[in-house]
């Protein structure tokens, strides 16, 4: 099967035929990370944007990296240190990054469809690195490729959301993928912080944290996103800790074999107990390298088709 999209903006374009293929492709490419040279000269004379309007160190350094292996060179812009500051639009910006013949743009930004305004507009292929509150589609496939290698598959497994999903385009893009893939996915956070439609992504609303880790496959915290919370949402931190944080008492009401997720940064002592920095099922990590096999495998299925 081929890749015949241009862009990835959400998690919602992809089929499982899709998802299988990115994650297929994933775990083919990763072997290159294990070779003493690591590099191919695979995607050699292509060129791809990284443009960061918000922070970012798993998502930016992993698609540099990947990009790396590929020998495909890279183009790093930061909101801070370009002429953003001076008031150039995010149109105009990557309409001159176009001028230098890019083949593909890598947004992440706060506003939600950026990337698809971006994509309407440009000559380019556009990947969605995180648009505001809405999707993170790279996130969402890194976490389906950690969940299939780790737990053998995908289908028929309960995946426990736990924290602040209101703002979390991780949990959209999550929600999406996993229900596509036939994972029954439960959330459960603040009243303040769930959004009033969160049932009709097809997810099960429980009543209490411990409800929705009882019996899980799988146990995902997710970050308080402290930058994008407007008003006193919560009551405090060290409340939110008490009430709706995951610890070891947690864990264990979830299946025996059950793995933590977190997409990071991980505030420990909010979302996550520090009891479980080390913990043996924590796949904390394994994300982050997966993360950058998945985005070896984009930019492979997006790039190479085009004569490299
Ligand atoms: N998970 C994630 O997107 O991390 P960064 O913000 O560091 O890229």
């Known amino acids: 099967m081929?890749?015949?999209r241009r862009n990835l903006l959400s998690m919602s374009q992809?089929?499982?035929?899709?998802?299988?293929?990115?994650?297929?492709?994933?775990?083919?490419?990763?072997?290159?990370?294990?070779?003493?040279?690591?590099?191919?000269p695979t995607l050699r004379g292509k060129t791809v944007v990284l443009m960061f309007y918000e922070p970012?160190?798993?998502?930016?350094?992993?698609?540099?990296?990947?990009?790396?292996?590929?020998?495909?060179?890279?183009?790093?812009?930061?909101?801070?240190?370009?002429?953003?500051?001076?008031?150039?639009?995010?149109?105009?910006?990557?309409?001159?990054?176009?001028a230098m013949g890019p083949d593909l743009v890598v947004l992440r930004h706060s506003m939600a469809g950026a990337g698809d305004m971006l994509a309407r507009r440009l000559g380019v292929g556009v990947i969605n690195a995180g648009d505001g509150m809405h999707e993170h589609p790279t996130q969402a496939l890194l976490d389906l490729m950690t969940i299939a290698e780790r737990k053998g598959g995908i289908d028929g497994l309960t995946v426990a959301i736990v924290g602040d999903i209101a703002h979390?385009?991780?949990?959209?893009?999550?929600?999406?993928?996993?229900?596509?893939?036939?994972?029954?996915?439960?959330?459960?956070?603040?009243?303040?912080?769930?959004?009033?439609?969160?049932?009709?992504?097809g997810v099960e609303v429980a009543g209490s944290r411990e409800e929705a880790v009882a019996g899980a496959d799988v146990v995902m915290a997710l970050r308080i996103q402290r930058e994008r919370l407007g008003?006193?949402?919560?009551?405090?931190?060290?409340?939110?800790?008490?009430?709706?944080?995951?610890?070891?008492?947690?864990?264990?009401?979830?299946?025996?074999?059950?793995?933590?997720?977190?997409?990071g940064p991980v505030n420990w002592g909010v979302e996550l107990d520090p009891a479980l920095m080390h913990w043996e099922r924590s796949v904390i990590l394994y994300q982050v390298e997966c993360g950058v096999a998945v985005r070896m495998a984009l930019l492979y299925l997006m790039l190479a088709g085009e004569g490299a």
């Not at 299988?20 to 191919?40: D, S």
């Not at 160190?57 to 590929?70: D, H, I, Q």
């Not at 993928?177 to 049932?199: D, H, K, Q, S």
């Open 56 to 98: 970012s160190t798993r998502t930016r350094s992993s698609f540099e990296v990947a990009a790396k292996r590929l020998s495909c060179d890279t183009l790093s812009i930061s909101a801070s240190t370009s002429s953003i500051v001076k008031g150039e639009t995010l149109l105009d910006t990557l309409r001159n990054l176009e």
């Open 2 to 4: 081929a890749w015949d």
């Open 231 to 263: 008003e006193q949402l919560l009551p405090s931190l060290r409340e939110y800790f008490e009430l709706f944080s995951i610890g070891p008492q947690q864990m264990a009401l979830a299946k025996d074999d059950a793995i933590l997720m977190h997409p």
């Open 168 to 201: 979390s385009r991780v949990a959209r893009s999550d929600i999406i993928g996993l229900r596509t893939m036939g994972a029954r996915v439960r959330v459960f956070g603040p009243p303040t912080l769930l959004p009033p439609e969160v049932e009709s992504l």
């Open 14 to 40: 992809l089929d499982p035929a899709d998802i299988e293929l990115v994650l297929e492709t994933a775990g083919r490419l990763r072997e290159i990370g294990t070779r003493p040279v690591k590099k191919v």
